[in-house]
């Protein structure tokens, strides 16, 4: 089978908060329909749905009843269906987010398969994502299930064979419907150790993350379903570090094609986790991403990511989002798209959307979220410290209204938007992106480059000026080609070395140089030298 997704694009949408055709304020699959238009003009390959199964949506989509059912908000699978061939009809291909680490406690097999899930007499000391324990006693049963996420989130037991074999049915069931691959949720935490151990502090990752059996299974799912199709696979995996990575992505392993690491999204984090706020030092980040470039080189394949759902928004993040908004979106983006793996890019991104700060807590939608602020409240925590770190580190940064316009409500919905939109709407939206220095056409050129230039794809990976707080520069050699990319993660004007090579992309305007390159506030700069001949 042909190796793609190597040289693909892949483009995040979160459903919810994407396009509303209907006005009931949530976003739907007619308003995905309405947009594919739009997102086959930037250029992307692939689309990533984020769960669009029947769900009491206690974790948004994550916490699923059904898995053969499109939820009543988002359509019917009549919906799906006209979605898929509009995907397909554009060249486009769809995957779809595989939720099986857990189910909804209202999934049927929570009452006529107990046995499908993990049940124990006594709980132990581990905590929950979502805060508190991860154990729920159930007053009929007088045991307790366990739950990592939150407790409408009961954890399956893949050590059931009858299980797996469900799962997998379920995942032919969709591929023979046409889709193109599956993002994997938390892929990673599947075999949990079976002794069940507590954890230092109630942290039970050791025992969960990277687990006994894992491979076993990834392996078996890979022999009993995904070897039959060409797909794409794509793990998220907490924990999995550049070892973990090889096993699960090296070609000779037949598990999955790909995975998500989080290491270079918690470089910013204390050691109490994702609301200890810190600042980023580059050179942290520099490391990291050199790590998994150098490691993964012809071992296993890397996906790039700066945002998700799940995280801040990156401009916000590790950007300027006020005086530098475009410059630091496109530099940014710059830093990824030349790396060697297959780029994510998720709904919002390609405007340069930016983190929201609302300043009450009944304008927040997320679970975590809510769930952590009952929690540090409840220990006086006082509720400026807490929004700090909501504003900075919440999952619903990433969830406000897709910006298409600059109507009411951004244009993503005639209704009461579920979540309110960004106030910044009729400054950044979609209908910018015809502005001659748009975030939008930026993306579209690196999207491009990606088709046209060998060496993006093949090219080993090597940093340059290892040591500087400001400048991330590297080089990616294949062949007869190279590229220099040059990225200024600071508000400095710099000035360095002229690299040899053809300007290639830029964020700015070109100006002259007289033997260096001067790099202004957030400039990227990416040189090529090699066969192809740039701009024809
Ligand atoms: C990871 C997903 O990305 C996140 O949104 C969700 O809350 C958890 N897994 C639980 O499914």
Sequence with gaps: MTEWWKKAVVYQIYPRSFMDSDGDGIG?????????????????????????????????????????????????MDDFERMLEGVHERGMRLVMDLVVNHTS?????????????????????????????????DEEREQYYLHLFSKKQPDLNWENEELRNEVYKMMRWWLDKGVDGF???????????????????????????????????????NEKVLSDYDIVTVGEMPGAA???????????????????????????????????????????????????????????????????????????????DAQYRKQSAKMLATCLHF?????????GEELGM???????????????????????????????????????????????????????????????????VNPNYPEINAEKRHEADSVFGYYQKLIAFRKELEVITKGNFKLLHREDEEIFAYTRRAADEQLTVYCNFSETPRELP???????????????????????????????????????
């Design 28 to 76: 739907d699959i007619q308003g995905i329909i309405r947009k594919l238009d739009y997102l086959a003009e930037l250029g992307v390959d692939v689309l990533w749905l984020s769960p669009v199964y029947d769900s009491p949506n206690d974790d948004n989509g994550y916490d699923i009843r059904d898995y053969q059912k499109i939820m009543q908000e988002f359509g019917t």
């Design 105 to 137: 406690d209202e999934h049927n097999w929570f009452t006529q398969r107990p046995d499908y899930y993990i049940w124990k007499d006594q709980p132990n000391n581990w905590r929950s994502f979502f805060s508190g324990s991860a154990w729920q006693f």
């Design 183 to 221: 993002r994997m949720d938390v892929i990673n935490m599947i075999s949990k150790d079976q002794d069940f151990p507590d954890g230092i502090d109630g942290d039970g990752t050791p025992h969960f993350f990277n687990g006994p059996r894992v491979h076993e299974f990834l392996q078996e799912m």
């Design 242 to 320: 550049t070892e973990d990575a090889k096993l699960y992505t090296g070609p000779d392993r037949r598990e999955l094609n790909m995975i998500f690491t989080f290491e270079h999204m918690n470089l910013d984090q204390g050691p109490s986790g994702k609301w200890e706020l810190q600042p980023l030092r580059l050179t942290d980040l520099k490391e990291n991403l050199e790590k998994w470039q150098v490691e993964l080189f012809e071992k296993g394949w890397n996906s790039l990511y700066w945002n998700n759902h799940d995280q801040p928004r990156i401009v916000s993040r590790f950007g300027n």
């Design 339 to 347: 790396l060697q793996g297959t780029p994510y890019i998720y709904q």
């Design 354 to 420: 930016t983190n929201v700060a609302f300043s009450s807590i009944d304008e927040y939608r997320d679970i975590e979220t809510l769930n952590m602020y009952k929690e540090k409240r409840a220990q006086g925590i006082p509720h400026e410290e807490l929004m700090k770190s909501i504003h900075a580190k919440g999952r619903d940064n990433a969830r406000t209204p897709m910006q298409w316009d600059d109507s009411l409500n951004a244009g993503f919905t005639k209704g009461d938007p579920w979540i309110s």
């Design 498 to 536: 002229l690299p040899t090579g053809q300007v290639l992309i830029g964020n700015y305007p070109p100006q002259e140089n007289q033997g260096v390159m001067k790099l202004r506030p957030y400039e990227a700069l990416c040189f090529y030298e090699g066969h192809q001949k740039i701009g024809e």
